[in-house]
């Protein structure tokens, strides 16, 4: 399922490099002169903290300094996202069970909102949880799960109201020079503990005729593996 989104990567100059016995809860990456530079993955991690698990992403350049263009209208418009694929299942996140790929996704979108509750975001960087798909209609060979019109999945209650399995919750997300951090309650993730990850950056886009597929993964920019194995695991921080 995942094999045509990690061959993006690698054709786009992505390098699998190492996961450190010393520090087996991340994973390094070298850097690539090939990868925007907010965008060039050089180290990810998930850990547990106490009552919180902290998901850090560290960078090449400055983390968030590049952001799309607006484009004016929401079809045809770009994402940009700093992304932690899991092992979680849909279930642990809200969703319907073994709906698809789960992973955590800080985003910026200037052209629409989709916070929870009818809030404003598109002006800021912010968190999402997103079920991920294979659909070979998408450059990057995955989407953003679609919701058929008149389907009633299971959704968390910070589901934004759009046709997708997206969630929008309001965790703490922080930005400081070459990382990207967002830190989650415990209590609102199970199964985060042991679970495995890997690091992408990639741009999403959505469809022009507003069509199933709504949001693809458009452009991969770097994994973090470099072939999207979930090598990483979630360890408690030293």
Known sequence: ????????????????????????????????????????VIETTIV?????????T?????????????????EGSSVYAYVWPTSLDSGEIGFGKDQGI???????????????????NRHIWHPHW?????????????????????????????????????????YPTNFKGETVDVEI???LIGGIKGASFDGVTAGLKVNGN??????????VFKVASGNLSLPGKVMAAD
């Open 58 to 74: 560290r960078v090449r350049g400055e983390a968030g300094k590049d952001k799309p263009d607006a484009t004016g209208k929401f």
């Open 130 to 170: 997103v079920v991920l798909a294979e659909d070979k209609a998408c450059g990057g060979g995955l989407k953003v799960i679609d919701i058929p019109e008149g389907a009633k999945p299971k959704v968390p209650a910070t589901w934004p109201g759009v046709p997708l399995l997206i969630d929008s919750p309001e």
């Open 102 to 120: 789960v992973a955590l996704a800080v985003t910026f979108h200037p052209d629409f909102d989709d916070a929870a509750n009818g809030g404003k």
């Open 210 to 219: 507003l069509h199933a597929p709504l949001l693809c993964v458009s452009n």
């Open 185 to 187: 309650p415990l209590s």
């Open 48 to 56: 547990t903290k106490g009552d919180t698990a902290v998901f850090t």
């Open 1 to 40: 399922m995942l094999r045509k989104f990690a061959t993006g990567a690698l054709a786009a100059g992505t390098a699998a490099l190492w996961l450190t016995a010393a520090a087996a809860h991340s994973i390094k990456a070298e850097p690539s002169e090939a990868v925007q530079a907010a965008f060039d």
